[in-house]
């Protein structure tokens, strides 16, 4: 059989791969803890399921405006504004299926071959695969363990050539849950804003965040970003909503122009229902957050106290999101894993936790495991891999 060339360049999504083998090991009966998936382990809120319901209730079964309906839009540019500080018109907004389905379509938009994509590491699996997808080169800038998995501006800086045409900033951070202050915000938006590339910030993390910070954005740390800046959220993290599937993105108009009409010609709208919980979630009360935030915080402590009594595992403690990157050099040799992806697949068969090998997040000596799932399974698991280690 024959398929494209620009297939063949796409590796399968890491995540997406464990959470799917953890179902089937499941289906096959078999008890397996699952820490691969990135999403909340909570419900939807109640008001914005009531509002889907609604929606289904009214009748609103039909294509709608491609970028997304007038009241959608209106939501979002309420959202940007109350949380973020930032005023946009319907025409810099549009909506699509998932965050990950709003960055397929910048980048699609935005680069060509030669083109390169600077992307801040430890960094998410999808950013190297879509920026090949789209035809340009994946450039990715390590940040250091010991730097709590934050770049410095000079590092940033020294990442850029002439051929950079977008950089990825992603605070809180999957895998590392590294988030930066504003002091270092304010630095790095000092150092992009008069690089001519697409500079992208990816808030899909905003608000689970745990050093008590809220710092401003950079949009508004460095209004000179605004003309080459582009914010990408989604409702998938804040709102436990990662099976809706509604992303967005607020750009300069004929950017966001440009999205539209690629989405045009391959998804059209969100789905029409999706779109009016959307909208209530993200114009509506807010309260539910808080204590989601706060029962991760929980989690995180209680994980990171487990890694460090593990002979051989380190933590760099995450500051937001819901994942720990831990490092696994200490342990691979004894493990007889040669990196992080083979410790990985031990670890779901020798102690039935599935979590994700570092390999496709830049690093090998690392894997990431998800908080964001039961107290209960997060003692059965660490009490599974740490009686595995000690076997080994
Ligand atoms: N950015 C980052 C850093 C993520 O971890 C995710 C989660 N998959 C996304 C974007 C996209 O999420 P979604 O497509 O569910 O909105
Ligand atoms: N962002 C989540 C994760 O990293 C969801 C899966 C994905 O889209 O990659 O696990």
Known sequence: MRLSDRIATVRPSATLAVTAKVL???AEGREVIGFGAGEPDFRTWPHVCEAAHQAIDRGEFYYTAVGGTPDLKKAIRTKLARDNQLEYADKEVVASCGGKHTLYNLMQVTLNPGDEVVIPGPYWV???DMALLAGAEPK???AREESGFLLSPEELAAAVTDRTRMIIINSPSNPTGAAYSEASLQSLASVLADKDCWVVCDDVYEFIRYDGESPRHMLNLEPRLREHAVVVNSVSKTYAMTGWRLGYAAGPAPLVKAMTTLQGQSTTNP???VQVAAGAALSGPQDELQPMVEEFKRRRDY???RIGTIDGLSVVVPQGAFYVFVNV???????????GDELALKLLEGAG???VGGNDFGSPAHVRIS????????????DNIEAWLKSV
């Open 371 to 382: 908080y964001a799932t039961s107290m209960e399974q997060l003692e059965r698991g660490f």
């Open 329 to 339: 050099a200490g342990v691979l040799e004894r493990a007889g894993a040669a990196d």
């Open 271 to 273: 789905t029409s229902i």
């Open 303 to 305: 994980v990171c106290d």
């Open 140 to 142: 990715v800038v390590m």
């Open 126 to 128: 999808s950013y190297r």
């Open 24 to 26: 089937e090991l499941k």
């Open 353 to 355: 936790v599935g979590l």
